[in-house]
């Protein structure tokens, strides 16, 4: 939701972690950002 939102705010490495969370969180979910 919006901590995502602003996790991703944060910068790159930030959202990183956040795809890195949403691939353990949700298989097969579209990833967020460039691969």
Same mark, same amino acid.
């Not at 790159?12 to 969180?25: D, H, N, S, Y």
């Given at each position: 939701?919006?901590? +995502?939102l602003?996790?991703i705010?944060?910068? $790159?490495?930030?959202?990183? +972690?956040?795809? /890195?969370? =949403? &691939?353990?969180?949700t /298989?097969? &979910? $579209?990833? =967020?950002?460039? /691969?």
């Amino acid at each position: 939701g919006v901590n +995502i939102l602003k996790s991703i705010d944060e910068g $790159p490495f930030q959202m990183g +972690i956040v795809r /890195e969370t =949403l &691939a353990e969180g949700t /298989e097969g &979910a $579209p990833h =967020l950002g460039p /691969e």
